[in-house]
């Protein structure tokens, strides 16, 4: 019997150990609101990076190449495929004038991704 228990635990070893040492996997990003834009209104900016692994990444919101105040994140999740999800996200008042960038570094990427708002879509 212990035997048996010592062979799954080495098996279960093997298959966590596959997870950990998987391929850096570059995140895919998109940059969207929450409402329809109006300018001169509240909305909220929406950066989300998915299908990325290893967890580790720096997520950066940019208003005029300048950060944002109060950027706020959702907690990291994993999805079925054990790559990772994050929401990166602050309260904006788009007027037309004004370049919103989101900015993601990740191992995987050889440099950082910078994807524009594109407030009129």
Sequence with gaps: ???KELFLWCVVL???SDLTQADPKAPVVQVYSRHP???GKENVLHCYAENFHPPKINVTLL???VKLANVKQSDLSFKEDWTFQLLT???VVPNG???YLCVVDHQ???KPVTVKWEQDH
Aim: net charge negative; charged share 20%; glycine share 0%.
């Design 1 to 3: 019997m212990a035997s």
């Design 14 to 16: 093997v298959w966590v």
């Design 37 to 39: 834009v109006t300018h």
């Design 63 to 65: 208003k005029n190449n």
């Design 89 to 91: 996200y602050a309260t």
């Design 97 to 99: 004038n004004d370049e």
């Design 108 to 110: 995987a990427l050889d």
